[in-house]
């Protein structure tokens, strides 16, 4: 089988739809197949661009097409990277696309779907990979409503995309029964969550006691679908405590704008981490923060929680109940659960953090339940045979 995989970022890049992409690659390659992997020359968040058009990594063949725009720091040049690589990909698909290939497109850029029915009119299989649900993701974000015009013809060019998949695959149970709002009732459906990378393995625990201070760590992207105001808002107050937050995103200006505001407040700013240092960077703190507005459960599953479990580091949550970040927790025991607005109950859970025996037993269920549900063997293999499958799943 030729598999061709599709996503604007793919290493160096640090995003992590373009990491886990790469992952599954890997893990089709050994199993035998072709793989092909499309994505642009451009970087995540910097506009950078690789000089390198086509090289071959672990097995698969890599195609970065040259784009117009890029990164994610201007609007108007993420709008125009999305246009030229949704165009830069029919092209390709056009010319290069063969029957009897599968075509697995992602969600960056939204509706890259409709650019891969190209190839299943050349009698290619469509296989969906879900990272962000659109048009939900524009009306969690409050540019459209449910019931507008907008959004019902937004609707409408999804299920187009989806009308001949043989599979869309979501990242978890919420996220594909929304999915399924949106698809014929034939159409399959499935979900495998993400994983931490590989190289991540435990860290040693750091005695906050001895150095009188409790590090909290929000690591990766805080986008539009991120809480951060809870976590400011008790950072202000909590004395004896270090709030890091690294990385980027829509959000990000909100925390800055916080600490010109607040420069008393014990807040760090980073940039993103290389994929070499991750493993030094989420060990150095003993509880990681992560949060989803509730207005966005189902568009997405923020891809923190396993590389924190994976870590060993309990996770403190700020959102609502029904997702699957909240539920991992609740269901691993790894962390606690706060709901938007609490302060109190989390300045209740940041306490309960200080104590390290605490602190250490939901870093050891975090673990343990990474070792379950976050394998990123185990799940790439349960995509690749899903994916491998999905013509008789089709039929």
């Avoid at 968040?45 to 990594?57: K, M, Y």
């Avoid at 698909?93 to 509706?111: E, F, K, N, Q």
């Avoid at 499935?190 to 994983?195: F, I």
């Avoid at 909100?254 to 060990?283: K, M, S, T, W």
Wanted: with cysteine.
């Amino acid at each position: 089988m030729r598999c061709i995989l599709i996503n604007q970022f793919h290493p160096p890049a640090v995003a992590p739809t373009g990491q886990v992409m790469a992952d599954l690659a890997r893990t089709l390659a050994a199993r035998g197949h072709e793989v092909v992997v499309l994505c642009a020359d451009d970087g995540y968040d910097d506009g950078s661009r690789s000089r390198r058009r086509r090289e071959r990594i672990d097995g698969y063949v890599v195609v970065r097409l040259g784009i117009a725009g890029g990164g994610r720091r201007h609007p108007l040049a993420r709008l125009a990277g999305y246009a030229s690589f949704a165009a830069g990909v029919g092209a390709w698909l056009a010319t290069r696309s063969r029957s009897g290939d599968t075509i697995v497109p992602l969600t960056t850029p939204p509706y890259l779907g409709l650019v891969a029915r190209l190839a299943a009119a050349r009698g290619a299989r469509l296989v969906h990979w879900i990272m962000d649900l659109y048009p939900d993701v524009l009306a969690a974000h409050g540019l459209c409503r449910e019931r507008s015009l907008a959004y019902r013809l937004l609707a409408s060019l999804a299920r187009l995309q989806w009308g001949p998949a043989a599979l869309v695959l979501g990242l978890g149970p919420v996220m594909e029964r929304r999915i399924r709002r949106h698809l014929h009732p034939a159409t399959a459906s499935a979900w495998v969550p993400l994983w931490g990378d590989a190289t991540l393995q435990p860290a040693e625990h750091h005695d906050a006691g001895n150095r009188q201070e409790l590090v909290l760590l929000y690591s990766g992207n805080l986008g539009l679908g991120h809480r951060c105001q809870e976590f400011l808002a008790v950072a202000a107050q909590a004395a004896g405590t270090r709030w890091i937050f690294s990385g980027g995103g829509a959000r990000r200006t909100e925390v800055e704008a916080f600490v010109r505001a607040n420069p008393q407040a014990p807040i760090e700013l980073a940039c993103y981490v290389p994929l070499a240092q991750l493993r030094d960077h989420l060990g150095a703190a003993d509880v990681h923060l992560a949060s989803l507005d509730p207005a966005w459960q189902g568009c997405m599953v923020p891809s923190k929680l396993p590389s924190s479990f994976r870590i060993g580091r309990p996770v403190i949550f700020v959102g609502g109940e029904d997702n699957e970040i909240a539920m991992w927790i609740r269901e691993s025991g790894g962390g606690w659960v706060v709901g938007c607005n609490d302060l109190a109950a989390l300045q209740a859970a940041v306490e309960a953090a200080r104590d390290p025996v605490e602190r250490s037993k939901r870093g050891l269920a975090a673990l343990a339940f990474a070792r379950q549900r976050f394998d990123r063997e185990s799940n790439c293999c349960r995509i690749a045979g899903l994916i491998e499958s999905s013509g008789d799943i089709g039929n």
